[in-house]
Antibody, heavy 118, light 107 residues
Framework: QLQLQESGPGLVKPSETLSLSCAVS??????????WGWIRQPPGKGLEWIGS???????FYNPSLKSRVTMSVDTSKSHFSLRLTSVTATDTALFYC??????????WGQGTLVTVSS | EIVLTQSPATLSLSPGERATLSCRAS??????LAWYQQKPGQAPRLLIY???NRATGIPARFSGSGSGTDFTLTISSLEPEDFAVYYC?????????FGGGTKVEIK
């Protein structure tokens, strides 16, 4: 059974870089069928797609975040990662990783809360 | 960017009642729309994709309809576990976008 698990610091200072990782188990991250992605949800608010990555390194980013986002994938360790630079308080959110099938998010991690504060 | 507008923001119903949720797109997304359910403290769960296809393991009381700009998620008879927030999502154009959500609460 596919499982995704986010990990990373729960607190990041303003202007610094947020780095998260998503461990994939129960399925191959190398499958050509899937993309892998990040979605965030500010406390009490809705969902925002951040970006998607394929195991071949192909990426798609939300234009609203593109200048600050980098995603990468490590197939040998079966995980993919998110870096978001120059964070501010408005980046405080619950961050989810997900498997993407034909641009539908069919399996989600449990989410990890990242707070931006000094 | 395609904007998805969900209505109503909150739907107050009793168990056993029928729930009808709406999602309207700012431009046509053909049938490229999905619905997700999110319970408190949990990640969203895919319910419906391609406007009307139930995802694996989703009960038959959940159905989706619509095309173009107007879509509906119907829960034929609300079970206690169905009280949650529901989001629509489009994949027709980049960036992928979500609606603002409809909360289905117990009346």
């Amino acid at each position: 059974q596919l499982q995704l698990q986010e990990s990373g610091p729960g607190l990041v200072k303003p202007s610094e870089t947020l780095s998260l990782s998503c461990a994939v188990s129960g399925a191959s991250i190398r499958s050509s069928t899937y993309y892998w992605g990040w979605i965030r949800q500010p406390p009490g608010k809705g969902l925002e797609w951040i970006g998607s990555i394929h195991s071949d390194g192909t990426t798609f980013y939300n234009p609203s975040l593109k200048s600050r986002v980098t995603m990468s994938v490590d197939t040998s360790k079966s995980h993919f990662s998110l870096r978001l630079t120059s964070v501010t308080a408005t980046d405080t959110a619950l961050f989810y990783c997900a498997r993407i099938v034909e641009n539908w998010f069919d399996t989600w991690g449990q989410g990890t809360l990242v707070t931006v504060s000094s | 960017e395609i904007v998805l507008t969900q209505s109503p923001a909150t739907l107050s119903l009793s168990p056993g009642e029928r729930a009808t949720l709406s999602c309207r797109a700012s431009v046509s997304v053909t049938s490229d729309l999905a619905w997700y359910q999110q319970k408190p403290g949990q990640a969203p769960r895919l319910l419906i994709y391609g406007a009307s296809n139930r995802a694996t393991g989703i009960p038959a009381r959940f159905s989706g309809s619509g095309s173009g700009t107007d879509f509906t998620l119907t829960i034929s008879s609300l079970e206690p576990e169905d009280f949650a927030v529901y989001y629509c999502q489009q994949r027709s154009n980049w960036p992928l976008t979500f609606g603002g959500g409809t909360k289905v609460e117990i009346k």
